[in-house]
T-cell receptor, first 115, second 114 residues
Framework: KQEVTQIPAALSVPEGENLVLNCSFTDSAIYNLQWFRQDPGKGLTSLLLIQSSQREQTSGRLNASLDKSSGRSTLYIAASQPGDSATYLCAVTSARETSGSRLTFGEGTQLTVNP | NAGVTQTPKFQVLKTGQSMTLQCAQDMNHEYMSWYRQDPGMGLRLIHYSVGAGITDQGEVPNGYNVSRSTTEDFPLRLLSAAPSQTSVYFC?????????????FGPGTRLTVL
């Protein structure tokens, strides 16, 4: 059974710092990995989607990498801002999954960027 | 486009009551799904649909029913609510049922069952 782990569970950094969020998964047979942002009391906003054949994706100050063979992904946030404060979730679509395009989620990293 | 919309935003039910959580998308997406989010357990798939008239069970389907009569709508029904169904419910959609597609989520419904 696929399991997704995110470390750390919480992270607090000063504004302007570059930071890395980590995601690991137990089964490397995946179609893709997706990073989401969740603001308190809100829904999930898709940030980046990395297909299994790709090594990284970039969007603005965000860069996500994928090492499928080792079961790891990182989300790099450059020059962090207070508006980046949120919970970041990673999710994988497993190739061995029988429930359609089911996403298996980690529990998230709660990021606080202090002014 | 409004994207994925969900109603209501909040709901309080008594044990045994029934209700329907509404989900709609205006992106002509074939694939729609329902997740619940609980502390310590992450998001788990309840039911999904690969197109109008086709639904299937996910990881935690017990206590929930779904139907898909149109491409746009995918309601989730609780026939007899239980306190264990207190959760935040998210609806999601993607262009097709291909696992390579990006998935988009609605704002969620926060349900409390007393």
């Amino acid at each position: 059974k696929q399991e997704v782990t995110q470390i750390p569970a919480a992270l607090s950094v000063p504004e302007g710092e570059n930071l890395v969020l980590n995601c690991s998964f137990t089964d490397s047979a995946i179609y893709n990995l997706q990073w989401f942002r969740q603001d308190p009391g809100k829904g999930l906003t898709s940030l980046l989607l990395i297909q299994s054949s790709q090594r990284e994706q970039t969007s603005g100050r965000l860069n996500a990498s994928l090492d499928k063979s080792s079961g790891r992904s990182t989300l790099y946030i450059a020059a962090s801002q207070p508006g980046d404060s949120a919970t970041y979730l990673c999710a994988v679509t497993s190739a061995r999954e029988t429930s359609g395009s089911r996403l298996t989620f980690g529990e998230g990293t709660q990021l606080t960027v202090n002014p | 486009n409004a994207g994925v919309t969900q109603t209501p935003k909040f709901q309080v039910l008594k044990t045994g009551q029934s209700m329907t959580l509404q989900c709609a998308q205006d992106m002509n997406h074939e694939y729609m799904s329902w997740y619940r989010q609980d502390p310590g357990m992450g998001l788990r798939l309840i039911h999904y649909s690969v197109g109008a008239g086709i639904t299937d069970q996910g990881e935690v389907p017990n206590g929930y029913n779904v139907s898909r009569s149109t491409t746009e709508d995918f309601p989730l029904r609780l026939l007899s609510a239980a306190p264990s169904q207190t959760s935040v419910y998210f609806c999601a959609s993607s262009f097709t049922s291909s696992p390579y597609n990006e998935q988009f989520f609605g704002p969620g419904t926060r349900l409390t069952v007393l």
